[in-house]
């Protein structure tokens, strides 16, 4: 026992005090994460959506991720991640609650888009503000610390989302406007006017020429094809956010209630045992070693579905799932954060965010797609199939990388 705390404590030693209270911001706006979870059984059941209608409206929920990563590494260049970090919160409170009152397959779809667009502008900034703020040696640490933040507000959002479903789902809409303010509030507070270790001021309009030496993060050819296996990992990967709460629903006939928590679970894992795993892997194996397996692990997780047990199976394959994406998520963050150079932080965590967040317009239409038409025995063939070809992928380009 004393071996293993003295493991967790090494594992966040040398974490700077703004890493935690970037954290602590991220926990009170993740605590709130109770929408997305469970807007394709909202869609489905509350307003009696298709299923390719609810595929589309995710679709719109990436498209508005991906124009939404794109303008916010393009603003955080330009006028810095605080400004940019402070106006996501705090425009997408009175989204959240109006949302409730868009119905209609087109009314929803159009303002799931602009919700996305405005929120995630806040998700390069926040990751350019970890790397200013993080001591070098603990890059990969701070973000583990940021991604543990994310997955214990996810663990808590769901539940209580599964809860308050069963009054109304209205008022999963309005639990999330409150945590976003509360986040904003927090933030405005800690971080107006704290100057970041790293510091470099938003580029000038006259000094907007690119410094020699520094690359362009869309010409960057093996950044780019590394993006693209990013996508395809994504694409797999979040069918947890769309098609796996319906078949934990339709298929193994689970209540709201069972899928928060089970989702929850997910981001408890995460909590207890990222930094513990990201410490004991970041200095025994490379980058390009722990993506592979976290990939293939992953795979594994999904693959496991088709086998016809009970709940605690699910909750084994929850489990392995969430190994895997300890091992890759942190270092995407990592890899694209050491690509950049300062002038290019915010263009180089834009775009790496625009690839997850690409993956959101198809991921959901061709998850509800097969469904559909080939069952969900299909769908987990096809994620862990894609999950195999994408660690093959990572293990190619990361070597020339």
Known sequence: MKKLIRLYIDSYRGLSTEAWLLAVVMLINRTGSMVIPFLSMYMSSALD???PQVGMVLGCFGLGSVCGSWLGGWLTDRFGNYRVQASSLLFTVPIFLVLPYFKTFESLAAMVFVLTLIADTFRPANSVSVARYAKPE??????????????????????????LATFSYDWIFYGNAIAALCAAVVFIIVFKGRKPR???????????????????????????????FCCL????????????????KEAKMMSEGQI?????????????????LVHAVEHRFTARQVMIYGTGIAGIAYLMLNAPYGIPW???SMFILSIGEMLTLPFTATISASRATTNTQGAYMGFNALAFSAANIFSPYLGTYVAEHYGYQMLWFGTAAVMLFTSIGFAWILKKM
């Open 49 to 51: 959506f298709t299923k």
């Open 138 to 163: 603990n890059l990969t640490k701070a973000y583990s610390l940021n991604r543990m933040a994310v997955n214990l507000g996810f663990s808590i959002g769901p539940a209580l989302a599964g809860f």
């Open 198 to 228: 790293n510091h470099t001021e938003p580029l000038l309009k006259a000094d907007r020429q690119r410094a020699e030496g520094d690359r362009n993060a869309y010409t960057d050819t093996p950044f780019i094809i590394f993006n693209i």
């Open 233 to 248: 990992f994504s694409m797999a990967f979040f069918q947890l956010l769309s098609t796996l709460p319906l078949f934990y």
């Open 260 to 276: 928060g928590i089970l989702l929850g679970f997910s981001g408890f894992c995460i909590v207890v045992f990222e930094m513990l």
């Open 314 to 316: 699910l909750y084994v």
